[in-house]
């Protein structure tokens, strides 16, 4: 079993583009959760998919969208990117049935604005 | 004030020394997780935990539900336990989005 697993590992954009981050969930996962971890600070929730689905959603522009497809991956997709998204973006995944299941993290894309 | 607040934000310790780690919070919670963080970004999960006490190794987390506090303690420190250790919890209404401390960063001195 390979865990979760981020592509790429680390990016390098300029502002004004778009980035797409992709995210594998641990096998017999169902959902992922997208978080931005900046430099020095805990990871923050930016949205979390199931059933292809964005069923929460945190405190981020609408400059930051994601899918989920049948096969459970997600990818996170950031528009006209800003020098503060620079980040460490990590994914989540665990399984919406039964109670309080365990996540399961990525390594992480970091990702660089200049 | 964050929902989730770590102490201390740094720690240093020689190899040997017990290390207690707390984390309090102020809402209701579902669950509670530990995890640990090393430099590259990676985030391993140590303990998932609703109640009373769990021990994996050299490491033991405890949770009290009425005081709406937890402890990573490692004893026996060694220098490969340095990392950002980090508490997150599942807040009962917000269903599994985890709301994350700031994070500890734990340096073991050999």
């Known amino acids: 079993d390979a865990g979760v697993t981020q592509s790429p590992t680390h990016l390098i954009k300029t502002r004004g583009q778009q980035v797409t981050l992709r995210c594998s969930p641990k096998s017999g996962h169902d959902t992922v959760s997208w978080y931005q971890q900046a430099l020095g600070q805990g990871p923050q929730f930016i949205f979390q998919y199931y059933e292809e689905e964005e069923r929460q959603r945190g405190n981020f522009p609408d400059r930051f969208s994601g899918h989920q497809f049948p096969n459970y991956s997600s990818e996170l997709n950031v528009n006209a990117l800003l020098l503060g998204d620079s980040a460490l973006y990590l994914c989540?995944?665990?399984?919406?049935?039964?109670?309080?299941?365990?996540?399961?993290f990525g390594q992480g894309t970091r990702l660089t604005v200049v | 004030k964050n929902e989730v607040e770590q102490s201390p934000q740094n720690l240093t310790a020689q190899e040997g020394e017990f290390i207690t780690i707390n984390c309090s919070y102020s809402?209701?919670?579902?669950?509670l997780h530990w995890l640990q963080q090393h430099p590259g970004g990676g985030i391993v999960s140590l303990f998932m935990?609703?109640?009373g006490k769990k021990k994996h190794g050299r490491l033991i987390a405890t949770i009290n539900i009425q005081e709406k506090h937890s402890s990573l303690h490692i004893t026996a420190s060694h220098p490969r336990d340095s990392a950002v250790y980090i508490c997150a919890v599942l807040i009962e209404t917000s269903g599994s989005r985890l709301t994350f401390g700031e994070g500890t960063q734990l340096t073991v001195n050999p």
């Open positions: 989540a995944s665990s399984s919406a049935t039964g109670l309080n299941t365990e996540a399961f």
């Open positions: 935990l609703s109640s």
């Open positions: 809402v209701g919670i579902s669950a």
